[in-house]
């Protein structure tokens, strides 16, 4: 009975905005997510490899149904509890700080959307949007396949 009480009073007493409890060290790896993209009127593949040293290659391929496009972006990559912040800064000349809320996480799917506060002057990801992606079945990357 005691315990009973015991597991009730903590469950009562959780705040519900406490770290759910993610592992942050699951982003590392590859992983894909598959939407279309407004603001541009294209459907969009998006790669996102993961390194153990922080760094987070960004692989894009715009198709309209007409023609593919194709991108890459480098960024370092920190996770604590349920925020995701990709930093551009040292990669892109004025490279934005970009702040994603974490939702889901495990070791085969990730959820996110963005959380920027003002998006009158941003460009990209603003405004919301949930990003969903799946883990590839590919082994952990080496920090020496970066390339970066």
């Given at each position: 009975?005691?315990?009973?009480v015991?597991?009730l009073?903590?469950a009562?007493?959780?705040?519900i905005?406490?770290?759910?409890?993610?592992?942050?060290?699951?982003?590392v790896?590859?992983?894909?997510?598959d939407?279309?993209?407004?603001t541009?009127?294209?459907?969009?593949?998006?790669?996102?490899?993961?390194?153990?040293?922080?760094?987070?290659v960004?692989?894009f391929?715009?198709?309209d149904?007409?023609?593919?496009?194709?991108s890459?972006e480098?960024?370092?990559w920190q996770?604590?509890?349920?925020?995701?912040?990709?930093?551009y800064s040292?990669?892109?000349?004025d490279?934005?700080?970009?702040?994603y809320?974490?939702?889901?996480?495990?070791?085969?799917?990730?959820a996110f959307?963005d959380?920027?506060a003002?998006?009158?002057?941003r460009y990209?990801?603003?405004?919301?949007?949930?990003?969903?992606?799946v883990?590839?079945p590919?082994?952990?990357?080496?920090d020496e396949?970066?390339?970066?």
């Amino acid at each position: 009975m005691r315990v009973l009480v015991a597991v009730l009073a903590l469950a009562f007493t959780t705040p519900i905005w406490a770290n759910p409890g993610f592992e942050c060290g699951d982003l590392v790896g590859t992983w894909q997510g598959d939407r279309f993209d407004h603001t541009v009127g294209a459907q969009r593949t998006s790669v996102a490899t993961f390194y153990a040293t922080g760094v987070v290659v960004l692989d894009f391929v715009y198709n309209d149904g007409v023609a593919s496009q194709s991108s890459r972006e480098y960024a370092h990559w920190q996770c604590e509890g349920d925020v995701l912040t990709l930093d551009y800064s040292n990669t892109m000349e004025d490279g934005p700080v970009d702040y994603y809320e974490i939702s889901e996480l495990n070791t085969s799917y990730v959820a996110f959307k963005d959380v920027a506060a003002d998006c009158s002057a941003r460009y990209g990801d603003c405004g919301g949007i949930r990003y969903e992606l799946v883990r590839l079945p590919d082994p952990a990357p080496s920090d020496e396949s970066c390339g970066c």
